[in-house]
T-cell receptor, first 110, second 115 residues
Framework: LAKTTQPISMDSYEGQEVNITCSHN???????ITWYQQFPSQGPRFIIQ???TKVTNEVASLFIPADRKSSTLSLPRVSLSDTAVYYCLVGDDYGQNFVFGPGTRLSVLP | KAGVTQTPRYLIKTRGQQVTLSCSPI?????VSWYQQTPGQGLQFLFEYFSETQRNKGNFPGRFSGRQFSNSRSEMNVSTLELGDSALYLC??????????????FGNGTRLTVT
């Protein structure tokens, strides 16, 4: 499991674009990069997954540079309902070291 | 398609008792994994089942156990409850069990309080 580093918290205003970067310097060849969103007292929700370059879906974009040592989750025009914790996961297997990091707590202000 | 269902939603138990939590995965998903989430330790992996077999296990004591049935539904059991077992227990299912190229779909968890 590749160790990941994310900012602990971020603030934004409604309507802005938010970019959350995750560092994963020891990513392995087979590793995918997956982002989850979690609201209080709910399970994490899958947002987006990628392997390289750029992936886009209806809610977010994921940018992965050529060296894959980092990735950036981009949330366009955030709203108050995007206030949540965002987790970046990198790896390809379960095991005793399979741990979600502390994530990034995003607060969207009016 | 129905999501992952966990029951019960809330549970209050006394120290020393045991508890069983249930998880119904998304139809067609064969892998079920369990997690404990606390404010201090974050989200920690307990174990993963695939086709009724435990394939992976996290770093938890033997008081934590689980099983998976032929219809992929899963249960986890905690015996001899301790105060520190109070947590949100989450279950997730995925198609093939690789957590990264087969995304996890989580239920909303069971909130266990041990008094």
């Amino acid at each position: 499991l590749a160790k990941t580093t994310q900012p602990i918290s971020m603030d934004s205003y409604e309507g802005q674009e938010v970019n959350i970067t995750c560092s994963h310097n020891n990513i392995a060849t087979n590793d995918y990069i997956t982002w989850y969103q979690q609201f209080p007292s709910q399970g994490p929700r899958f947002i987006i997954q990628g392997y390289k370059t750029k992936v886009t879906n209806e809610v977010a974009s994921l940018f992965i540079p050529a060296d894959r040592k980092s990735s950036t989750l981009s949330l366009p025009r955030v709203s108050l309902s995007d206030t949540a914790v965002y987790y970046c996961l990198v790896g390809d297997d379960y095991g005793q070291n399979f741990v979600f990091g502390p994530g990034t707590r995003l607060s969207v202000l009016p | 398609k129905a999501g992952v269902t966990q029951t019960p939603r809330y549970l209050i138990k006394t120290r020393g008792q045991q508890v069983t939590l249930s998880c119904s995965p998304i139809s067609g998903h064969r892998s079920v994994s369990w997690y404990q989430q606390t404010p201090g330790q974050g989200l920690q992996f307990l174990f993963e089942y695939f086709s009724e077999t435990q394939r992976n296990k996290g770093n938890f004591p033997g008081r934590f156990s689980g099983r998976q049935f032929s219809n992929s539904r899963s249960e986890m059991n905690v015996s001899t409850l301790e105060l520190g077992d109070s947590a949100l227990y989450l279950c997730a299912s995925s198609l093939v069990g690789q957590p990264y190229n087969s995304p996890l779909h989580f239920g909303n968890g069971t909130r266990l309080t041990v008094t």
